[in-house]
Nanobody, 117 residues
Framework: QVQLVESGGGLVQPGGSLRLSCAAS????????MGWYRQAPGKQRELVASITSGGTPTYADSVRGRFTISRDNGKNTIYLQMNNANPEDTAVYYCHLPLPGPGMGYWGPGTLVTVSS
């Protein structure tokens, strides 16, 4: 069983920065790709960024150049550095560890990010 716990959400002003963390239990973390998703009110959950077990990142077009995903396998933790935030980034952010098979994997409970002045 894997448990994921996000932290670091909160209120940030437009143009500001925030760093999200996701701590994972279990040794599978070191060999697993991981992802950050977000869900804004009234919208579907979308992939924001993902990172392979070896540390190769990918980003959604909407955040490329502003967000950075990283991982520390020694701490079983991934991060999402959010820079130059804008109100469209307001959402609940979820950490995800995918497993083979459609819809398989683990999710954290989410952390709310609000971008507002």
């Amino acid at each position: 069983q894997v448990q994921l716990v996000e932290s670091g959400g909160g209120l940030v002003q437009p143009g500001g920065s925030l760093r999200l963390s996701c701590a994972a239990s279990g040794s599978i973390f070191r060999v697993a790709a991981m992802g950050w998703y977000r869900q804004a009110p009234g919208k579907q959950r979308e992939l924001v960024a993902s990172i392979t077990s070896g540390g190769t990142p990918t980003y959604a077009d909407s955040v490329r150049g502003r967000f950075t995903i990283s991982r520390d396998n020694g701490k079983n933790t991934i991060y999402l550095q959010m820079n130059n935030a804008n109100p469209e980034d307001t959402a609940v952010y979820y950490c995800h560890l995918p497993l083979p098979g459609p819809g398989m994997g683990y999710w954290g409970p989410g952390t709310l990010v609000t971008v507002s002045s």
